[in-house]
Structure formats: C-alpha cells, structure tokens
C-alpha cells in the first residue's frame, strides 16, 4: 500500500500558474508509474501526464507545452507545473502511482481556472 497526499490546488485567473504536489509515503524506487489524471464535471477522468521510472513523460495533447510533470526520489514526491491555464483546464485532479500491477490514487485536489 501506498498513500498519496496532494496539495497545491486553488483558485486562478486564466493565464496564470500553479504547482501541483503529490507527496507518496514511502520510496517511488518500486513504482513504475507515477502521474496525473483529472475530472471536470460531467466529464470522464482523463490522462494528464505520466512520468515512468525511467524518467519518460507522456502528456496529454490539450496540455502539452503548457504543463510539466517532474518526480523528485529524494522527496517521494512528484509535481505538476502548470502554466498558462485555461477556464478548460478546471477540474479535479488526482495523484496516481502504478506498482507492478497495482494502481494507487489520492484524494483528488480541485484546481479552478476563472476567465
């Protein structure tokens, strides 16, 4: 098991920026996997960016070029730097890690573009 601690969330202007934050409670050295997903209302969860093991990154084409995912083994920690939000980009947004065969999730953090 696996917990996740999100944080970095809020409310922001369009254009504007946050940092997301995903804190894992124990060493990412196992995890294949480590990534975001996020759910607007009325809307299916969807890939945001995944970074591997091996430090490859995937992201979604409405993100890509406006956010970056990065992972810190020291700090158990992985982070999602968005830059440039759009009104469409508000949704709720979950930390994810996949070990193995498992997939583990956090408690989701809202994020809130305003026009």
């Known amino acids: 098991q696996v917990q996740l601690v999100e944080s970095g969330g809020g409310l922001v202007q369009a254009g504007g920026s946050l940092r997301l934050s995903c804190a894992a409670s124990r060493s990412m050295f196992s995890m294949n996997a480590m990534g975001w997903h996020r759910q607007a209302p009325g809307k299916q969860r969807e890939l945001v960016a995944v970074?591997?093991?091996?430090?490859?990154?995937n992201y979604a084409a409405s993100v890509k070029g406006r956010f970056t995912i990065t992972r810190d083994n020291a700090k158990n920690t992985v982070y999602l730097q968005m830059n440039s939000l759009k009104p469409e980009d508000t949704a709720v947004y979950y930390c994810?890690?996949?070990?193995?065969?498992?997939?583990?999730w956090g408690q989701g953090t809202q994020v809130t573009v305003s026009s």
């Open positions: 970074i591997t093991s091996g430090g490859s990154t």
């Open positions: 994810y890690v996949r070990e193995g065969v498992e997939n583990y």
